[in-house]
């Protein structure tokens, strides 16, 4: 009895060895897929691998593809390659008019080297912070050269220019710096008045633009006149060599009239000397004209109708 008890303890001892054994077998495997997993990086398009040992940087890897680090004592970060928009916090600037604005702009950015950017920034953040912190001292100091209507004017506005040439200073400033970085557009999306200045400001451009209405309407006005006084004189002008043309005409039809009458009455001198006391009548006697006259006078004999 002791002894088959002997023999069923020696089995078990060897199965539990042989259970031991292949769970032993059995985690080393999975160690070693996941040590192998783990030691694989996998670079994809568009982002850089920063391969860190102890804190410091390795190896970065830009290009896409599969890569490896050595588990447990490497880590691995991601950074972008890919063009990024930073929204800076909006701040307030004083013109060269002494007027307070309230300055709200943007910037796309990429990084460009990578080691310097960790070495210098540490972290995107960082770069981010120092990025706004230059566009800000450069908006502002170049702002402050302009007068408030240059800014908010868009005929008057050089907004295109200015970006530019806050762009090309972040960019060297950064350069300077080494931070690895570069800035491929600043704007100004916003320039507002702080809430106390808005409705003094509001007023004066409201001033400015019933000026600029009144001198189109003067400007109308005179444009006005001058077109009539141009439209009179010609008028005039016609009316003038119309008049002149009309006499002469006139002029040279009573000369031809009085060449016919001449030839027509010069061969009845008796009819014609009838004809032309006739027209006196006409022209000398209406109805309210009152003559007194002889009654044996010639004009009185032919009036009453008597001829000889």
Excluded: C
């Amino acid at each position: 009895m002791s002894e088959e008890i002997f023999n069923e303890n020696e089995k078990q001892k060897k199965d539990l060895k042989k259970y031991v054994k292949a769970g032993v077998t059995l985690l080393v495997i999975i160690g070693i897929l996941l040590i192998g997993i783990n030691s694989i990086v996998i670079a994809k398009e568009g982002e850089y691998k920063v391969v860190r040992q102890f804190g410091d940087v390795v190896k970065i890897h830009e290009e896409p593809g599969l890569k490896f680090k050595i588990p447990l004592v490497q880590e691995v970060s991601t950074l972008s390659k890919k063009k990024m928009v930073y929204d800076v916090d909006e701040k307030e600037i004083t013109t060269l008019d002494k007027k307070r604005m309230i300055i709200d702009n943007y910037a796309i950015w990429s990084i460009t080297d990578p080691e310097n950017m960790i070495a210098n920034a540490r972290t995107e953040m960082n770069a981010e912070a120092r990025m706004g912190e230059f566009i800000f001292s450069i908006v502002r100091s170049e702002l402050g050269k302009m007068n408030f209507s240059e800014i908010i004017n868009e005929e008057e506005s050089s907004r295109g220019v200015l970006n530019e040439e806050i762009t090309a200073k972040v960019n060297e400033y950064l350069q300077r710096d080494n931070y690895g970085i570069v800035v491929d557009d600043v704007r100004i999306k916003r320039s507002d008045l702080p809430e106390e200045n808005e409705e003094a400001v509001f007023n004066q451009m409201i001033t400015d633009r019933e000026k600029i209405a009144q001198q189109y309407l003067s400007e109308g006005e005179a444009d006005k006149s001058r077109i009539r006084a141009e439209v009179d004189r010609e008028v005039q002008e016609m009316l003038s060599t119309a008049r002149a043309n009309a006499e002469k005409i006139r002029a040279e039809g009573e000369q031809e009239a009085a060449q016919i009458y001449n030839n027509a009455f010069s061969q009845d001198p008796e009819f014609y000397q009838l004809y032309r006391t006739l027209e006196s009548y006409k022209k000398t006697i209406d109805g309210e004209t009152t003559i007194i006259l002889p009654q044996d006078s010639p004009y009185a004999e032919l009036l009453l109708g008597y001829f000889e």
